[in-house]
C-alpha cells in the first residue's frame, strides 16, 4: 500500500521562506515521477512543480518559477520543496503525489497516488 506523508506546512509572512517534505512507503517502482499540487478554499487543485526519477528533470508552474526548488532523496523516498519569498496569494494546502511514469508529467490525472496535504499559509 502507497502511502505519502507531508510535512513543513506552517504560517509564514510574506517574503519568508518553508521547506516541505513528502515521505514515501510502499512505492512498487523506482522509476517515478513525484509531483507538488496545490488548492487554494474555493479554487481547482493546480500543478506547482514535478521532478523526474533521477532528478534531472524538473518542471514549475509559471507563478512559482524562479522562487520554488523541487527536489528528491530517492535513498530516503522522499521529495522536498523549497519555497522562498513567499507570497499571500501562494497560501494553499500543499499536495505531494506520485507517477508510475519515467517522464516528468504535470497533469493532475496521470499522477497515480496522493498524500493528505499540508497546510501553507502566508500572511501579508
Given at each position: ?50 521532478v ?22 530517492n ?25 508510475y ?24
Amino acid at each position: 500500500q502507497v502511502r505519502l506523508v507531508e510535512s513543513g506546512g506552517g504560517l509564514v509572512q510574506a517574503g519568508g521562506s518553508l521547506r516541505l517534505s513528502c515521505a514515501a512507503s510502499g512505492l512498487t517502482s523506482s522509476t517515478n515521477t513525484r509531483g507538488w499540487f496545490r488548492q487554494a478554499p474555493g479554487k481547482e487543485r493546480e500543478f506547482v512543480a514535478a521532478v523526474s526519477w533521477s532528478g534531472g528533470n524538473t518542471v514549475y508552474a509559471g507563478s512559482v518559477k524562479g522562487r520554488f526548488t523541487i527536489s528528491r532523496d530517492n535513498a530516503k523516498n522522499t521529495v522536498y520543496l523549497q519555497m522562498n519569498s513567499l507570497k499571500p496569494e501562494d497560501t494553499a494546502i500543499y499536495y505531494c503525489a506520485v507517477a508510475y511514469t519515467n517522464v516528468v508529467v504535470t497533469t493532475l490525472a496521470k499522477f497515480d497516488y496522493w498524500g493528505q496535504g499540508t497546510q501553507v499559509t502566508v500572511s501579508s
